[in-house]
């Protein structure tokens, strides 16, 4: 008997056209490697019962309670700026949705349950890698406050996947997200000119996300604006974190403001902004520096998308869209410049002392987690820590540290920042890489400590010195992939 679960299926009963029925593979030997009892209980389901063989058939799609109605969702999307009109989950599984006991709606998906007609050549499957990491790093995200989806389980289904490094363990990965709606869901109907259901998917956005908006006369324009409000702060955190999400094509950034689809994401060492992680991106669209303005551009694709619903004339349309993109530009520097003041202890945001920081790092391997972590001590003058993450430290550093103390006393924080506003332990990648190697050979050990450390990421533990020191100089550069 498959566990029991009460699904309820809104997005298969109110979008036709924007998914297929689909199933599961059936694999050889599905095991539940990790449950997030936490999240299980959040979301009101018995996490005894999930980690059971029941579970773990549920978990990899095999086997489901008659409420779920599996679909695989389409989409279209801009990757890496070239436009595909028809891409979809190719090997994603949307199971259906759980209203928690509070009353909020979840999706539960599954990735790597295989194959779907959106597969586009891919063999629709996960290995554990992969799935290990996106598991780990969303829980890191949500232990740091930023929006995210989040890992219910990582499951192994007893069969080998052909990937870049040879023959590696079958995994799938149970996630939830408040939806899997994206820039490029509205891009499918959109291309096609679909202008009714543009309008059905809208509707239903609104009523999931927006709620207030429903019948709102000028709905889809203010529904443009909610939307830029909340990637302009989800990007915002994200660079304060010195976080690169790594594909942020428009298939990948959500309605929701959620981070989304942990592929070729990494976090920054040491400041560079041109920093790249992804295997893919060869010419740096997704470095460190250059999200902010691929926030602004997707969302003018969503723009694009919702012009006809904005307003019947196409010149005003345009006007009043562009608008909002000018907005959202101006609310991203604000909940940047927030951010970061928060980081430096400042109670209001200084836009000069904020950018002479970037500018002090530029050239200085500073690293970008150690030097927030350094500054309570250099609130009390006590610079020697601060100063050894500089490559050459000098007037410059000295004169910086003196405008910051300065700006603290100022605004009645002269004690500086609080260590809970930055975070001690990240998924650092050497540690990242190594613990999910020693997953794939069968030791789980380094990845659940890992994980433990990621998960109260503002406390020092004694012995975890480990998990807040920087890659060594010497270390190689990490290349991540994108898990197909």
Not at 383 to 400: C, H, M, R, S, V
């Amino acid at each position: 008997m498959p566990v029991a679960i009460q699904f309820e299926n809104s997005y298969a009963t109110d979008l036709p056209g924007l998914y297929v029925p689909w199933q599961g593979k059936e694999w050889p030997d599905p095991q539940v490697l990790l449950l997030n009892t936490t999240l299980a209980q959040t979301l009101g389901l018995d996490a005894q019962a999930l980690q059971g063989c029941e579970g773990a058939q549920l978990l990899t799609g095999a086997a489901l309670p008659d409420t779920a109605r599996p679909i695989a969702q389409a989409y279209a999307g801009h990757q890496f700026g070239g436009f595909a009109p028809q891409l979809g989950d190719g090997r994603a599984l949307l199971l259906g949705e759980i209203v928690d006991p509070r009353g909020q709606r979840h999706d539960l998906q599954l990735k790597g349950s295989g194959r779907t007609p959106f597969a586009r050549g891919g063999d629709g499957r996960a290995v554990l890698g992969p799935v290990l990491r996106e598991y780990l790093v969303s829980e890191a995200m949500h232990a740091l406050g930023v929006p995210t989806t989040r890992a219910l389980a990582a499951c192994t289904t007893g069969d080998r996947v052909l990937r870049q490094n040879g023959l590696e363990p079958g995994a799938v990965l149970a996630r939830s997200a408040s939806s899997h709606l994206r820039v490029g869901t509205f891009q499918f109907f959109a291309a096609r000119g679909e202008r009714d259901k543009l309008r059905l998917l809208l509707d239903y956005a609104i009523a999931r996300h927006d709620p207030d908006l429903t019948g709102a006369s000028d709905a889809a324009l203010r529904f443009l604006e909610r939307v830029g409000a909340r990637q302009a702060r989800l990007v915002a955190q994200w660079m304060g974190l010195g976080f690169i999400h790594g594909v942020m094509n428009t298939d990948n950034m959500t309605i929701s403001g959620e981070t989304i689809d942990y592929g070729p994401c990494a976090f920054m060492d040491r400041y560079d902004p041109a920093t790249v992680f992804s295997s893919i991106d060869h010419q740096g669209r997704y470095c460190y520096g250059n999200q902010p303005a691929i926030l602004l551009w997707n969302l003018a694709r969503l723009a694009e998308a919702l012009l006809p619903l904005i307003d019947t004339d196409e010149e005003r349309a345009i006007a009043r869209a562009s608008e909002v993109i000018e907005t959202t530009r101006t609310r991203y520097r604000e909940e940047w410049l927030g951010v970061f003041a928060a980081k430096l202890g400042l109670r209001v945001p200084d836009s000069g002392l904020i950018e002479a920081m970037h500018q002090l790092w530029t050239g200085q391997g500073v690293d970008f987690t150690s030097f927030f972590r350094a500054l309570p001590e250099a609130a009390q003058g006590r610079d020697d820590a601060l100063a050894a993450l500089f490559a050459e430290p000098g007037q410059d550093l000295a004169d910086w540290l003196a405008a910051w103390r300065a700006a603290c006393d100022a605004q009645g924080a002269g004690d500086g920042p609080a260590r809970k506003a930055n975070p001690l332990y990240i998924p650092r990648n050497h540690l990242v890489e190594a613990a999910l190697g020693a997953a794939t050979e069968g030791d789980m050990a380094p990845f659940l400590a890992l994980l433990e450390r990621v998960q109260r990421p503002f406390t020092a533990v004694e012995g975890g010195e480990e998990y807040a020191r920087p890659a060594p100089l010497n270390a190689p550069q990490i290349v991540t992939f994108c898990g197909t």
